[in-house]
């Protein structure tokens, strides 16, 4: 079953001299529990294309469909609940909030949240060795350990769908292999789809599938 399908998707930026053609006529269906990895060269759409699938920023032509629901026809509560409780995003740039600390940041999507489970938190910390920093606030800690607060913090509701982009782009080699492992086993176990965006072969070869952006043009 397709849970994530994306549908003659095309994005310009600007226009006249200024007009980028970010994506063009992209088509992609990704099955439920796919690990899939976006790969492609600096400019190629890779960005463009994950902040469409999750709703942030609107296509120039053609749609996202998440579990049958055209994602435009949403109003902004309808919205809201599919970023809280379906979809975790992971961004290139961490996103987190600076006056809130590492514990209070991963925590933040399940404002709102009924079944709250704690000790999922510490869990997520631990396994991702940020749990001596729970107090810390984001300026006090290095950009890989941003990173893996940014990464506890979209696993923390569960969501059936990771949208993920550079994950691992801050972190060491050792890390890294830790936090894909660890995002696959959270995929097994909780039957996770993950999109994961990469300019990386290495790290595409985690992925149960690769797709090749090229120009705003998919190459599977
Ligand atoms: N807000 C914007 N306005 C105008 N052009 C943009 C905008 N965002 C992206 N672009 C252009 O669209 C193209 C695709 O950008 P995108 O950020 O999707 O690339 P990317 O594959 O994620 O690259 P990187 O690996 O460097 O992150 C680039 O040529 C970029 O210059
Ligand atoms: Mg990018």
């Known amino acids: 079953m397709g849970i994530l399908q994306i549908k003659n998707l095309t994005k310009i930026y600007g226009k006249d001299e200024t007009e980028v053609k970010a994506l063009n006529n992209i088509n992609i269906k990704i099955n439920k529990g796919e690990f899939v990895a976006i790969i492609g060269k600096s400019g190629s759409g890779k960005s463009t294309l994950l902040h469409i699938m999750a709703g942030l920023e609107t296509p120039t032509s053609g749609h ?49 949240i009924n079944n709250k489970n704690d000790n999922y938190v510490d869990e997520l910390m631990l396994l991702l060795s940020i749990n001596d920093r729970k107090e810390h606030l984001p300026h006090q800690l290095s950009g890989g350990q941003q990173q893996r607060v940014a990464i506890a913090r979209a696993l923390i509701n569960k969501p059936s769908i990771i949208l993920a982009d550079e994950p691992t782009g801050n972190l060491d080699t050792k890390s890294e292999s830790e936090v894909l492992n660890l995002l696959k086993k959270s995929q097994k176990k909780y039957n996770q789809t993950i999109i994961m965006i990469t300019h990386n072969m290495n790290i595409a070869k985690y992925a149960g599938r690769v797709i090749k952006i090229e120009d705003g043009v998919i190459r599977e």
Request: negative net charge; proline residues 4%; hydrophobic residues 45%.
């Open 64 to 112: 996202v469909i998440i579990e049958d629901i055209n994602i435009s026809s949403l109003n902004e509560k309808q919205q809201s609940i599919l970023w809280r409780e379906k979809i975790g995003l992971i961004f290139q740039s961490y996103n987190l909030i600076p006056a809130l600390t590492v514990e209070e940041n991963i925590k933040l999507p399940t404002i709102n």
